[in-house]
């Protein structure tokens, strides 16, 4: 694994937290309300990473390179789809510059290791830039439906991968 990319502990809550809502307000700007996105999506984060830390599974995993990037993936998501890929955020300074591959490599080789072979995640169809990325991996749409936010209808598709050993080496 990358040497800059370690578990995340609950003392990382607040900067996940951070980065978590930096990210928000710039990959879902006109995607979700303006309110969403305003002063109260940081404490909302901070509680949210507050209490995902404290209560995480043996097998759930929280990846983070300190203030630049994280990942979570969750052992028990959807039953016959694998592990759930709740959240990958770069610091939007940070995009496009191999991050986000690496913390999806570290979490995939993890995933792959405790013999789990699939994986999936959910995406925000106006997030066309993640699905771009996620398909380039290898990852298929095999589903799409919506998530409500505050009182808005989100479309968004679930991608797919059969082999998370495969997709971890696609993210070398």
Sequence with gaps: MNESIRAATIADADAI??????????????????????PTLDGERRTHWRGELAAMAPADMVL??????FIAAWAEG???????IDNLHVH???RSGGLGRRL????????AGRGEARAYLWVFDGNTRAIEFYRRLGGEIVEQGFEEIDGLKIPQSRIAWRDTLRLAEACA
Excluded: C, N, Q
Excluded at 17 to 38: P, V
Excluded at 64 to 69: A, F, K, R, S, V
């Design 17 to 38: 937290a951070a980065l978590h809502a930096a990210s928000w307000r710039s990959a879902y700007r006109g995607i979700l309300k303006d309110s969403t996105l305003g």
């Design 78 to 84: 959807d039953p016959g789809f694998g592990a759930y």
């Design 64 to 69: 983070i390179d300190d203030g630049l990037g």
């Design 92 to 94: 939007p300074e940070r």
């Design 104 to 111: 999806l490599g570290a979490a995939m080789r993890r995933v």
